[in-house]
């Protein structure tokens, strides 16, 4: 039996993650956060002065990536590093990470690996166009790029970070300009992804949105 997968994708801070937790939440399903591999990924490799000019080492150090996933937390290394990997600073690094094929291959089977019964709520870039081509609903989530930026002010002042808006608007548009353009994987819409703005609706609205579209389909 295939797994269910609904993939959800769409550039930084449009709102996927609270989304496809929510989503996954309400169906009883997994969840896979991909965009945190490339941050673990990304942290990995600042951490060991790995040049992010050099795609080869970048490449060995998603390789020997071994992350664990207990209880909602993220474990590398036998550190707790749920909150280091969330540093704006680390998701810049990500992005830059990303635009290596190879690092992209060694993540590849660890995100296949989340599909699992009873079926798999998963966000990220790529997720409709490559990840999990055979999802039988994508959707293209995205959101202004000002309630983007406020929203993830929201979020890192919530966890008692400073946050500043014009720098965290300049950082956004330069990661979703990486992301759009680098020639693996960019990020774009599957041709069969539904688009959903959520710059105008609130967060149950969005879930409820998203359930409708799944019991449609089934
Ligand atoms: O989603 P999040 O902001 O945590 O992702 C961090 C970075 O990881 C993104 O800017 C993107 O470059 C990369 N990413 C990706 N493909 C995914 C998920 C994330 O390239 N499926």
Not at 98 to 126: E, I, N, S, T, W
């Amino acid at each position: 039996m295939t797994v269910p997968v609904i993939a959800i994708d769409g550039p930084a801070a449009s709102g996927k993650g609270t989304i496809a937790q929510r989503t996954a939440d309400a169906l009883g399903w997994h969840y896979l956060d991909s965009g945190a591999l490339y941050r673990l990924a990304a942290l990995a490799a600042l951490r060991a002065k790995v040049s992010f000019d050099d795609p080869a080492a970048l490449t060995a150090a998603a390789q020997s990536l071994a992350p664990q996933f207990k209880d909602g937390r993220i474990w590398l290394d036998g550190e707790d590093v749920s909150e280091a990997i969330r540093a704006e600073t680390v998701g810049v690094a990500a992005s830059k990470c990303a635009a290596v094929p190879g690092v992209r291959q060694a993540l590849f089977d660890l995100q296949r690996r989340a599909a699992a019964a009873p079926g798999l709520v998963a966000d990220g870039r790529d997720m409709g166009t490559v990840v999990f081509p055979e999802a039988k609903l994508k959707i293209f989530m995205t959101a202004s790029a000002r309630v983007r930026a406020e929203r993830r002010v929201k979020q890192l002042e919530a966890r008692g970070e400073k946050a500043d808006l014009a720098a965290l608007t300049r950082d956004l548009e330069e990661r979703d300009r990486r992301d759009r353009e680098r020639a693996v994987a960019p990020l774009k819409p599957a041709a069969d992804a539904r688009l959903l703005d959520t710059s105008e609706m609130g967060i149950d609205e969005v879930v409820k949105k998203v359930l409708g579209w799944w019991s449609e389909l089934n």
